[in-house]
């Protein structure tokens, strides 16, 4: 039976920057032994955001509901203002496409590595399948937010 992400104790208070510091995050977490707190191991997370920050260069392959479009752009600003809140419930359909299988954290972070190199490489941005188009500064504001959420959920051990 899944967690219930939203009710997790024990998440680290994550707060990132830059795109750098999330890899820098990463990095050091992978070094050590680390608890995941919610259904996802680290190289999951790390895959997760790989392909996100990868689907705001190439676009989405899935398109939410127009309900759901049309909340989230009215939730644009606190979208964006940040944290975002855990326990956020995928449709099926969504989930197969953003919820990555078995991934080792070495590939993982591999991806992660190569996605944030894209970034830092390639200036054009394809629309946010749920918020519309956004800016540079947005996407990048969006993309740490979301790594924030995720990362809060891998707490290190020694």
């Known amino acids: 039976m899944p967690t219930e992400t939203s009710k997790v104790q024990g998440r680290r208070k994550v707060q ?6 999330v890899l820098a995050d990463a990095e050091r977490i992978s070094k ?14 790390f895959m997760h955001l790989a392909n996100s920050l990868n689907d705001s260069i190439d676009g989405a392959d899935s398109r939410p ?3 759901f479009r049309l909340m989230a752009r009215m939730m644009k600003k606190r979208i964006l203002r940040g944290p975002m809140s855990p326990g956020f419930k995928l449709p099926p359909a969504a989930a197969k496409n953003l919820v990555p299988g078995p991934t080792s954290t070495d590939e993982g972070l591999a991806a ?17 399948a749920f918020l519309g188009p956004l800016s540079h500064e947005e996407w990048n504001q969006l993309h740490l937010n979301h790594a924030a959420l995720h990362m809060s959920f891998l707490v290190p051990r020694n």
Do not use: C, F
């Not at 990132?16 to 510091?21: A, M």
């Not at 050590?32 to 190289?43: K, P, Q, T, Y």
């Not at 590595?113 to 946010?128: F, K």
């Open 65 to 67: 509901s127009w309900w």
């Open 112 to 128: 992660l590595r190569a996605a944030i190199a894209r970034q830092e490489r390639e200036p054009n941005r394809a629309p946010s």
């Open 16 to 21: 990132y920057t830059s795109l750098r510091d």
């Open 32 to 45: 050590g032994r680390v608890e995941a707190l919610g259904n996802w191991s680290a190289g999951q997370i």
